[in-house]
């Protein structure tokens, strides 16, 4: 499985990002798809996640809000919605595929981060 992780950059405080995670390969076999960030100096941490075939969602519960996970399974695409950004947001996001959403938190695969930068 390979994740591709896109659509950070630099954005306001306040403003919105919808960041996308390409899957391809074998992911017929991986049912759970997740989102992690990693801050400067701080541990990565899962932001939420979903369940590819019965769309179950998961969010940290400080993401709770202002972050949605989605998915397009025609496209193999998951996406991560965040609004009203904060300076606090500003960190590497990840997204991570696994079997299920039970085992996501501690995911199999991951793709590379994609560098969300948030000004005040």
């Known amino acids: 499985v390979q994740l591709q992780a896109s659509g950070g950059g630099l954005v306001q405080a306040g403003g919105s990002l919808r960041l996308s995670c390409t899957a391809s390969g074998r992911t017929f076999t991986k049912n759970a798809f997740g989102w992690f960030r990693q801050a400067p100096g701080k541990e990565r941490e899962f932001v939420a996640a979903?369940?590819?075939?019965?769309?179950?969602?998961e969010y940290a519960d400080s993401m709770k809000g202002r972050f949605t996970i989605s998915g397009d399974h025609v496209k193999n695409i998951i996406y991560l919605q965040v609004n009203s950004l904060e300076p606090e947001d500003t960190a590497v996001y990840y997204c991570?595929?696994?079997?299920?959403?039970?085992?996501?938190?501690?995911?199999?695969?991951w793709g590379q981060g994609t560098q969300v930068t948030v000004s005040s």
């Open positions: 991570a595929a696994d079997s299920n959403l039970a085992t996501i938190r501690i995911p199999q695969y």
């Open positions: 979903i369940s590819w075939s019965g769309g179950s969602t």
